[in-house]
């Protein structure tokens, strides 16, 4: 049974500084998913990571994806305010699903 | 763009009755979703569909039924709700099954 776990669950982060958040998978999978969902709002997709090695980035906002380390990481430069929100990964998992991670709440402070 | 809608915002249904929750995308995709999203569970998928009248159980699909008579429209029952079917559903649709998920705005259902 495919597993993802993120961490942190919560990360209240100053404007300017920057963090990583993880997601650890349990078994191989060849596609990874990155979403952002605002408070009482749905999913909005941000990353899509393919191939081992594979980086993509979108403003202060960069995901990767080590298929050897079953790990991706979303790495965000010098926080702004309107970064905070819930951060999930998803994983490919057998049969075409996607397994979700718990998610990450981030909270940006001034 | 592609537009996922769902019929209801928010949902209070009683114990035992049976609910219907609806889902539309004009993109024409041939995969549609249905998760419920739980405080720290995630989303957990329910049932899923790869084509008309085709439909594939999810992780949890126990108490839930589903429906797709036409492509663009997916929907998901509740035949006798219950207090532990409270939750957030979220509606989605793909291209492909191994493209990006396109998500609706989500229903809020509350079981009294």
């Known amino acids: 049974e495919l597993k993802v776990e993120q961490n942190p669950l919560f990360l209240s982060m100053q404007e300017g500084k920057n963090y990583t958040i993880y997601c650890n998978y349990s078994t191989t999978s060849d596609r990874l998913y990155w979403y952002r969902q605002d408070p009482g709002k749905s999913l909005e997709s941000l990353f899509v990571l393919l191939s081992n090695g594979a980086v993509k980035q979108e403003g202060r906002l960069m995901a990767s994806l080590d298929t050897k380390a079953r790990l991706s990481t979303l790495h965000i430069t010098a926080a702004v305010h309107d970064l905070s929100a819930t951060y999930f990964c998803?994983?490919?998992?057998?049969?075409?699903?996607?397994?979700f991670g718990t998610g990450t709440r981030l909270q940006v402070t001034l | 763009d592609v537009k996922v809608t769902q019929s209801s915002r928010y949902l209070v249904k009683r114990t035992g009755e049976k609910v219907f929750l609806e889902c539309v995308q004009d993109?024409?995709?041939?995969?549609m979703f249905w998760y419920r999203q739980d405080p720290g569970l995630g989303l957990r998928l329910i049932y899923f569909?790869?084509?008309?009248?085709?439909?594939e159980k999810g992780d949890i699909p126990e108490g839930y039924s589903v429906s797709r008579e036409k492509k663009e429209r997916f929907s998901l029952i509740l035949e006798s709700a219950s207090t532990n079917q409270t939750s957030m559903y979220l509606c989605?649709?793909?291209?492909?099954?191994?493209?990006?998920?396109?998500f609706g705005p989500g229903t809020r259902l509350t079981v009294l």
């Open positions: 989605a649709s793909s291209l492909i099954l191994t493209d990006t998920q396109y």
């Open positions: 998803a994983v490919g998992g057998a049969a075409s699903k996607l397994t």
């Open positions: 569909s790869y084509d008309v009248k085709m439909k």
């Open positions: 993109m024409d995709h041939e995969n």
